[in-house]
């Protein structure tokens, strides 16, 4: 008997030993959703539906259903939105001091990034790949755009400058720079288009699908004026959220950075129910 149950702790003992690191590591939490979302682990065919307050991990694929819209808080302060109908796997997350990396690849859909900015400091990298386009960002915002058949992308630029190559130039040679309120196009073997300035209008349509409507889970019932001034990001306590941004190159002036004008600080993503009650007097 003793030998059976020595046996049977050997087992568990070696697969806890030999368990994925995303188990014991998540990527991130689902701070809120609109609809449906899924995640599917690496190797495995089922899909486990995604629900506010889970972990995402690294290697998984996540999916929203059609009319949906997920947020993901990623480890690294960095806020991910995903569109209907998309497709998001993450590949890789390093968080440390010096010399994070994130990897992320966009199969599908339309993918919302603020990436704080960690990843302005030497040594550190994130890239959001799709079949066609490869964008790296140094502590900004953008949008991908993947059409359905995967052959061409669309870059939004939404704060700051996203670096934009074609997928199979891994040197860069003909990558462009994205400004705020700008855009790019990559087909399928071939480099990005020279970026165009997006009037107001057209800018707001293009990224409407990875804005999360007030009142979803997880989301504030008062977010302010949606668009481009509601993008997800990190906050510094400057500014208010819901404040309307500033006109995009095509008014004139650069767009609001995320830590001015956001729909969800950091800290209301982190602690949905608000801060903890100061405790009582003695």
Same mark, same amino acid.
């Given at each position: 008997?003793?030998?059976?149950?020595?046996?049977?702790?050997?087992?568990?003992?070696?697969?806890?030993?030999?368990?994925?690191?995303?188990?014991?590591?998540?990527?991130?939490?689902?701070?809120?959703?609109?609809?449906?979302?899924?995640?599917?682990?690496?190797?495995?065919?089922?899909?486990?539906?995604?629900?506010?307050?889970?972990?995402?991990?690294?290697g998984?694929?996540?999916?929203?259903?059609?009319?949906?819209?997920?947020?993901?808080?990623?480890?690294?302060?960095?806020?991910i939105?995903?569109?209907?109908?998309?497709?998001?796997?993450?590949d890789?997350?390093?968080?440390?001091?010096?010399?994070?990396?994130?990897?992320?690849?966009?199969?599908?859909?339309?993918?919302?990034?603020?990436?704080?900015?960690?990843?302005?400091?030497?040594?550190?990298?994130?890239?959001?790949?799709?079949?066609?386009?490869?964008?790296?960002?140094?502590?900004t915002?953008?949008?991908?755009?993947?059409?359905?058949?995967?052959?061409?992308?669309?870059?939004?630029?939404?704060?700051?400058?996203?670096?934009?190559r074609?997928?199979?130039?891994?040197?860069?040679?003909h990558?462009?720079?994205?400004?705020?309120?700008?855009?790019?196009?990559?087909?399928?073997?071939?480099?990005?288009?020279k970026?165009?300035?997006?009037?107001?209008?057209?800018?707001?349509?293009?990224?409407?699908?990875?804005?999360?409507?007030?009142?979803?889970?997880?989301?504030?019932?008062?977010?302010?004026? /949606?668009? #481009?001034?509601?993008s997800?990001?990190? *906050?510094?306590?400057?500014?208010?959220? =819901?404040?309307? !941004?500033? %006109?995009? &190159?095509?008014?004139?002036?650069?767009?609001?950075? /995320?830590? #001015?004008?956001?729909?969800?600080?950091? *800290?209301?993503?982190?602690?949905?129910? =608000?801060?903890p !009650?100061? %405790?009582? &007097?003695?």
């Amino acid at each position: 008997m003793q030998h059976t149950h020595r046996t049977l702790w050997t087992l568990v003992l070696a697969l806890l030993l030999v368990a994925p690191a995303y188990a014991q590591s998540p990527a991130g939490t689902v701070a809120s959703l609109q609809g449906r979302a899924d995640a599917q682990r690496t190797g495995q065919p089922a899909w486990r539906v995604l629900t506010t307050g889970n972990d995402v991990f690294v290697g998984e694929r996540l999916r929203t259903a059609e009319a949906s819209r997920l947020k993901i808080l990623m480890r690294d302060d960095s806020v991910i939105t995903l569109g209907p109908k998309s497709e998001l796997v993450v590949d890789e997350q390093v968080v440390r001091d010096e010399g994070s990396r994130s990897r992320l690849d966009t199969v599908v859909g339309a993918v919302r990034a603020v990436v704080t900015d960690r990843y302005g400091k030497a040594g550190a990298s994130f890239e959001m790949k799709t079949p066609t386009a490869v964008a790296g960002v140094r502590g900004t915002g953008f949008v991908v755009l993947v059409d359905n058949d995967a052959k061409r992308t669309r870059v939004i630029g939404l704060y700051d400058t996203t670096w934009v190559r074609g997928a199979a130039d891994s040197r860069g040679r003909h990558e462009v720079r994205v400004g705020p309120g700008q855009m790019t196009e990559v087909v399928a073997g071939g480099s990005p288009t020279k970026p165009r300035d997006l009037a107001r209008s057209e800018l707001d349509a293009l990224i409407a699908s990875t804005s999360i409507m007030p009142g979803a889970a997880g989301e504030p019932t008062d977010t302010g004026t /949606p668009g #481009a001034s509601g993008s997800d990001g990190p *906050n510094t306590g400057t500014g208010n959220a =819901g404040d309307p !941004a500033t %006109p995009g &190159p095509a008014g004139g002036s650069s767009m609001q950075r /995320p830590d #001015a004008v956001i729909d969800q600080p950091i *800290n209301q993503l982190r602690n949905p129910k =608000g801060p903890p !009650a100061p %405790p009582p &007097p003695r």
